[in-house]
């Protein structure tokens, strides 16, 4: 069966966006409009006529509204297959019309824990005759048209409009977005039960989200991919704002948020900018402004820098931006951009900006997935912080107060670069970076080497990493990894401790002369 003419439909609706409007398009063809509560009101106060729910089935609503649409006139309206004798019958002899189109969008329950609501608000919020009526319409999408976003009326009016009545294509895939729709609104219910009954890790987990955008592919272009938002809605890549630029790719999507949250660890008085490519940091920096923060940042590896991805944790201002546009950039993220920074970045038309109104809280939690064959890993999101007092001097000499800023520092930024990890911090900026090798020394060597290129870029005469901090992301197991940092002119170390062969570790810091001090915490990040 193809067409199917709209002779009755049921218009429920919390959000009324559209309402009218496609009620209007079905009266015009002549169909009977069924409704409930603030959603019949809303008709008949633009002068549609429209037939109570409690009317049809003879049943009203009773328990505050919790029971008015289970009922066999309704589901039976939806559920029975018009071409088969039997079920015809059964409509006959118990008075069931069909029911051609059922518009329905659930309670928002989202929206309601989101706004911190009590636990009986929410419970309240739980819609059950709306999920149960889209199922049953979407399993009989043969016969019935179900729409469950307001964002599809405009399409269903014209198709109505135009051809009489809905295709079997068209109901086919409102059954399917029905669907997810509601598997979406149980996986929010039963996300916010676990966490109400303090389970971190239920016996059964799903994930859902809202589709962004399709990418034009993936990592490679022989990959296809697209991006999803979930209901955290955390400052961030999810919810910026792309002010110009070309679509973000999945590897901008994916660098982009990697260079939020690393800017996002840091105060916002204290402005910060980080430069990503590959996931990976290239150099961060504090300063007492953007701009020279981004200066610092450019100076730890300008030739990695290029085709890279600018966080800053500030509102970007003309001077700023006038230095990032001087190196081709893929996209520049922040919270705020003034007017006459974006009029300079203008000039770059595929330069892509975002802003997200805010940072991102560094220590709110939230689940990661990762796909593993047959599976998925899930943690939570590394919201571990160090400050000075969790931190214990295990060598001779005590570092200073310059060398405890910057081990911080580069304790912070070592957080979010790809294990294994070696950062080299001076000033408040990094000068060298190792990352995601197979052991610490060659990260730790691979680090020095940057510090001494960006020396020579630069046209110092030694390297940078000459007199700066050293951090590790996980323990030194043997004391190689240190050795090469004290060669490349490093002062102090900061590791989180652990291994076995932590005293061969502090005693060859004491015999370089460094400064070394254990966190107790790790930061991996594969």
């Keep these: 069966m193809s067409k199917?003419?709209?002779?009755?439909?049921?218009?429920?609706?919390?959000?009324k966006t559209g309402l009218i409007e496609l009620a209007k398009a079905l009266a015009a063809t002549g169909a009977e409009i069924l409704s409930t509560g603030g959603s019949a009101k809303a008709l008949r106060d633009a002068g549609i006529s429209v037939k109570e729910v409690a009317e049809h089935t003879g049943f009203p609503e009773m328990m505050d509204g919790r029971v008015k649409t289970?009922?066999?006139k309704i589901h039976g309206g939806f559920l029975a297959l018009r071409d088969k004798a039997d079920h015809v019958a059964a409509m006959k002899e118990h008075d069931i019309g069909g029911i051609d189109l059922v518009a329905v969008n659930l309670y928002p329950f989202e929206a309601t824990v989101a706004s911190g609501a009590d636990f009986d608000t929410c419970i309240e919020n739980i819609d059950i005759g709306g999920p149960a009526m889209v199922r049953s319409a979407a399993k009989n999408h043969k016969f019935v048209t179900i729409i469950t976003d307001p964002a599809d009326y405009p399409a269903i009016i014209a198709e109505i409009s135009e051809q009489g009545g809905t295709s079997h294509a068209t109901r086919k895939a409102m059954a399917a977005k029905a669907y997810a729709r509601t598997a979406a609104y149980d996986t929010a219910i039963s996300q916010w039960y676990a966490a109400q009954n303090g389970v971190t890790f239920p016996d059964r987990m799903t994930v859902a989200g809202t589709k962004v955008q399709e990418c034009r592919y993936g990592e490679n272009p022989h990959q296809v991919a697209a991006f999803y938002k979930n209901a955290e809605n955390r400052p961030g890549i999810a919810t910026a704002v792309q002010h110009q630029g070309k679509e973000l790719s999945y590897n901008n999507l994916n660098d982009t948020d990697a260079a939020f949250e690393l800017v996002s660890e840091f105060d916002p008085a204290v402005p910060t900018v980080a430069i990503i490519k590959h996931a990976n940091p290239c150099g961060v920096a504090t300063g007492a402004t953007l701009k020279e923060a981004y200066e610092k940042a450019l100076k730890c590896d300008p030739v990695s820098a290029f085709g890279g991805i600018v966080a800053l944790n500030g509102r970007v201002d003309a001077e700023t931006a006038a230095e990032i546009v001087k190196v081709f950039t893929e996209v520049i993220i922040a919270p705020e951009v003034t007017e006459e920074a974006m009029a300079i970045i203008a000039a770059k038309k595929n330069l892509r900006l975002l802003t997200t109104g805010g940072l991102a809280d560094p220590v709110q939690s939230a689940k990661m997935v990762k796909t593993v064959a047959g599976g998925y890993l899930v943690q939570n999101r590394d919201t571990g912080r160090i400050t000075k007092a969790d931190l214990k001097v295990v060598t001779k000499r005590a570092p200073s107060d310059t060398e405890l800023n910057d081990m911080l520092f580069a304790f912070q930024v070592a957080k979010h670069v790809k294990s294994n990890a070696i950062v080299y911090v001076r000033d408040g900026m990094t000068v060298g970076i190792g990352a995601g090798q197979m052991n610490r020394r060659?990260?730790?060597?691979?680090?020095?080497?940057?510090?001494g290129e960006a020396a020579e870029t630069a046209g110092d005469t030694e390297s940078l990493a000459k007199g700066s901090v050293v951090a590790s992301d996980a323990f030194f197991p043997f004391a190689d990894g240190l050795l090469a940092a004290a060669e490349a002119g490093a002062t102090a170390v900061i590791q989180p401790g652990g291994s076995m062969r932590d005293q061969d570790v502090i005693d060859a810091a004491d015999a370089a002369g460094l400064a070394m001090v254990f966190t107790g915490m790790r930061h991996f990040r594969h």
């Design 442 to 451: 060659d990260s730790s060597r691979i680090a020095a080497i940057r510090a």
């Design 70 to 72: 289970l009922h066999p």
């Design 4 to 15: 199917v003419t709209i002779k009755r439909a049921l218009l429920s609706v919390s959000d």
